[in-house]
């Protein structure tokens, strides 16, 4: 059996059983939310204007709200904005939805065992394909800039956040971690799993170091440990759901030398697998260039996409890292706290 995921799609009907709103209006909210204004979001789209209007009011409708009000003035000569009742619509719809589709995830590796490659505790071959290793490394040499202090070692409902995300890998795999800090080299240690300081690591200058600098550790790591393939995850992004990497190891199992890349409706983002065969322009990126600009028009990528929208969040800021402590304790992410 060739690859399979499931697809769902969700909408909300009237009593009469006709849509009032699903996927397209949840879509077009955010880009007026993104735009400012139903035009330049129906033009995003590449929908009609006459028809993205129509959304709009077939929803307003069924909920017996506005769900834009018009901003007057600005640069722009005035737009529209989601209204409150819209963006609590857009919340309760975006929870639900994710809840479906973890139901329907997990309903879907019952019922087709053989769709996906299963993880065990049985070694790397359960989770790598036949006479394969893969490896993962979680990449925590940053030094959170934007976040104003140590990101990494934040709470997370009782975790550090780099502990969250080192607990996404499935049990099987090994794991290595980049680390520039004394607090991350701790958790690691912790939890008796390798550790590499990015080439060239110096206390006094580490802040300055770009991403390229970790990538380059990871992939000389994957090339002396002498795996096949190596899933580049950042330490930052503690939301990643084991069954999206299990889907990504299928993708790589049967085709083993493409990259791999986690995405949502389509938009590829991390964590990214990369075959062996990129190790060596991995080792050469330089300044802030990440393991992408090694990526080559004539290279193949394949998107895998994720079972949660919030798997592909990254705690750069307080607000993301309150966001992904409101999923955790709302119950719809597993974060890695999960086997």
């Given at each position: 059996m060739g690859d399979m995921r499931p697809s769902v799609r969700t909408y909300l009907v009237n009593d009469e059983g006709e849509r009032v709103f699903g996927p397209g209006p949840a879509e077009l909210l955010r880009r007026i939310r993104e735009c400012g204004s139903l035009r330049a979001a129906s033009i995003s789209m590449g929908m009609a204007y006459t028809k993205a209007l129509a959304l709009v009011r077939t929803a307003?409708?069924?909920?017996?709200?506005?769900?834009?009000?018009?901003?007057?003035?600005?640069a722009g000569g005035g737009g529209s904005t989601p209204t409150p009742e819209?963006?609590?619509?857009l919340a309760a719809y975006e929870r639900w939805t994710a809840s479906v589709n973890s139901a329907a995830g997990a309903q879907f590796?019952?019922?087709?065992?053989?769709?996906?490659?299963?993880?065990?505790?049985?070694?790397?071959?359960?989770?790598?394909g036949e006479g394969r290793v893969v490896g993962a490394a979680v990449l925590a040499a940053g030094h959170s800039v934007r976040y104003g202090k140590n990101k990494l070692v934040e709470p997370l409902l009782g975790e550090p956040v780099v502990a969250r995300t080192i607990d996404c890998v499935p049990a099987g795999?090994?794991?290595?971690?980049?680390?520039?800090?004394?607090?991350?080299?701790?958790?690691?240690?912790?939890?008796?799993?390798?550790?590499?300081?990015?080439?060239?690591?110096?206390?006094d200058v580490a802040a300055t170091l770009g991403q390229s600098a970790s990538v380059r550790a990871a992939a000389a790591f994957a090339r002396d440990a002498g795996?096949?393939?190596?899933?580049?995850?950042p330490g930052d992004q503690p939301l990643v759901e084991h069954g999206s990497v299990t889907r990504m190891l299928g993708v790589s199992a049967l085709r083993p030398d493409v990259l791999v890349r986690l995405s949502?409706?389509?938009?590829?983002?991390?964590p990214v697998l990369f075959p062996s065969n990129f190790y060596e322009a991995l080792s050469s990126v330089e300044g802030d260039?990440?393991?992408?600009?090694?990526?080559?028009?004539?290279?193949?990528?394949?998107?895998?996409?994720?079972?949660?929208?919030?798997?592909l969040w990254d705690i750069d800021t307080p607000d993301d890292l309150r966001r992904a402590r409101e999923i955790l304790e709302s119950g719809l992410g597993r974060g890695g706290s999960c086997q």
């Open positions: 307003e409708k069924g909920l017996g709200s506005p769900l834009t009000t018009r901003v007057v003035g600005g819209a963006d609590a619509l590796d019952a019922a087709f065992p053989h769709g996906t490659v299963a993880v065990s505790s049985a070694g790397a071959d359960s989770v790598s795999m090994p794991i290595v971690v980049v680390s520039a800090t004394p607090e991350v080299d701790a958790i690691a240690n912790a939890r008796g799993i390798e550790r590499v300081r990015p080439d060239g690591f110096d206390e795996w096949d393939a190596c899933l580049f995850l949502w409706r389509g938009r590829p983002a991390s260039a990440g393991g992408s600009s090694v990526v080559g028009e004539g290279d193949v990528c394949v998107s895998v996409e994720a079972s949660l929208p919030w798997e």
